[in-house]
Every structure is written in structure tokens, then in C-alpha cells.
């Protein structure tokens, strides 16, 4: 079956400007959630989708934002876009298998590149 | 909040010899670690994982350890080979609004000369 699927893949923005990028989950894989990751930092974790609720949010700035379709499809939108914005950012999808199974395996997308100029 | 420190940040190796990746965290309520690979321009890919009522775990040259106490958590790759070579990070995860959220490590870039 198809795997996560994130677009635009590369795209270059100036600061101020705000980005848009779409990911799409494995079919019945109701859980999304998006990733930056920067030399710097590593790899964080931005907020988590169900069912077009966002059940979880890390640590970022409400510039971050992001929703979920019905059909699972998500979208995490950057607004006055910063020259530290510049990541990759990963979306991935999971099977949720509910907290008594004790996991959610990560299955991550290919990433969109921005580059803030 | 959960932190998790990795090391070592860089790896070289020799081909055929092992390898080992160390991570502690600091949030007890942590109770799902998984490790993930990524090679240069690619996509980080789930490796081996580990739950916190186990305490190893193999999948052929992959190993992982868990010690709950001390709370830290091992990679072990056994007869490395050139491709073996990537970024390998690990993440410990906690239930949270139904779902489990994960922390990472910054990342230990595994390098095997052949």
C-alpha cells in the first residue's frame, strides 16, 4: 500500500510570508503528526492529529498550526515565517492501536524542505 | 517536560565490529522506546522498539536493552556493515490524549568504513 506522502517536497519562502504543507497518511491510519528537524535541534515534535482533533501540541510558538480532514489528510500551516524556520518538516502516520497495546509505531513521510530566506 | 540525552553523537566503526548507542531519559511515566534509522536524504524508519515490561529485545544483528531504573536504554548492532551507515535515533514515548508522543535523542551518526 502507499506510504505517507508530504508536498510539496522542497519549497523556498522569505521571511514574513507564511507556508502550507499537505500530508496524507497510510489508508486507515487515523493519527498524524508532524516534526521538525534542524541540525540544531534534532528532531520535535509539533502537535499530533485524531480524527480531526488535536489530541496533543508540543512546544512551539502558535505560528504553528495544523488541522486534519475527514479522510485523514492533515495540513500544518507556518505563518511570519522566520529565518529559524527553516527544517525539514516530517509528518507520520500511525496505526493507533490504543494505550493498552503500549506503542504507536511511527511510520514518517519523505518531508517537505523549507528554506527561509 | 521528558528529556533525552544520546550518546555517543558520532561513530566510527570498522566493518564486522559492533556498535553501541546509549540514551538515558528522565520521565518515569516514559514506557515505549523506539529506535529509528535514517540514511542521508531519506526518511527516518523504525528499527527495532521496545516496551517498558521487557528489558531486551533482538531482531537479528539489532539488539536493544531497557533499564527501567536507571532509566536508560541501549542500541546494539552486532557485524556492522557499510550499509548500517546512517543517523540512528532513539526516543522514549509516553501515553498522552490517547496516543503516545515521543521524545528523540539527537542522534548518533553511525559511520562503517569497509
Known amino acids: 500500500k502507499a506510504g505517507v506522502t508530504q508536498t510539496p517536497r522542497y519549497l523556498i519562502k522569505t521571511r514574513g510570508q507564511q507556508v502550507t504543507l499537505s500530508c496524507s497518511p497510510i489508508?486507515?491510519?487515523?493519527?498524524v503528526s508532524w516534526y521538525q528537524q534542524t541540525p540544531g535541534q534534532g528532531l520535535q515534535f509539533l502537535f499530533e492529529?485524531?480524527?480531526?482533533?488535536?489530541?496533543n501540541k508540543g512546544n512551539f510558538p502558535g505560528r504553528f498550526s495544523g488541522r486534519q480532514f475527514s479522510n485523514s489528510r492533515s495540513e500544518m500551516n507556518v505563518s511570519t515565517l522566520e529565518l529559524g524556520d527553516s527544517a525539514l518538516y516530517l509528518c507520520?502516520?500511525?496505526?493507533?492501536?490504543?494505550?493498552?497495546?503500549?506503542?504507536?509505531?511511527?511510520?514518517f513521510g519523505a518531508g517537505s524542505r523549507l528554506t527561509v530566506l | 517536560g521528558e528529556n533525552v540525552e544520546q550518546h555517543p553523537s558520532t561513530l566510527s566503526v570498522q566493518e564486522g565490529d559492533s556498535a553501541v548507542i546509549k540514551c538515558t531519559y528522565s520521565?518515569?511515566?516514559?514506557?515505549?522506546f523506539p529506535w529509528y534509522k535514517q540514511e542521508l536524504g531519506k526518511r527516518p524508519q523504525l528499527i527495532i522498539d521496545?516496551?517498558?515490561?521487557?528489558g531486551e529485545k533482538k531482531d537479528q544483528r539489532i539488539a536493544v536493552t531497557l533499564n527501567k531504573t536507571a532509566k536508560h536504554f541501549s542500541l546494539h548492532i552486532t557485524e556492522t556493515q557499510p550499509e548500517d551507515s546512517a543517523v540512528y535515533f532513539c526516543?522514549?514515548?509516553?501515553?498522552?490524549?490517547?496516543?503516545?508522543?515521543?521524545?528523540f535523542g539527537r542522534g548518533t551518526s553511525l559511520i562503517v568504513h569497509p
Open positions: 507520520a502516520s500511525s496505526l493507533v492501536q490504543g494505550i493498552g497495546s503500549g506503542a504507536n509505531v511511527l511510520t
Open positions: 489508508s486507515g491510519h487515523r493519527s
Open positions: 492529529y485524531f480524527s480531526e482533533t488535536q489530541r
Open positions: 520521565d518515569s511515566a516514559s514506557n515505549y
Open positions: 521496545i516496551r517498558s515490561n521487557v
Open positions: 526516543a522514549a514515548s509516553r501515553a498522552s490524549g490517547g496516543s503516545y508522543i515521543p521524545t
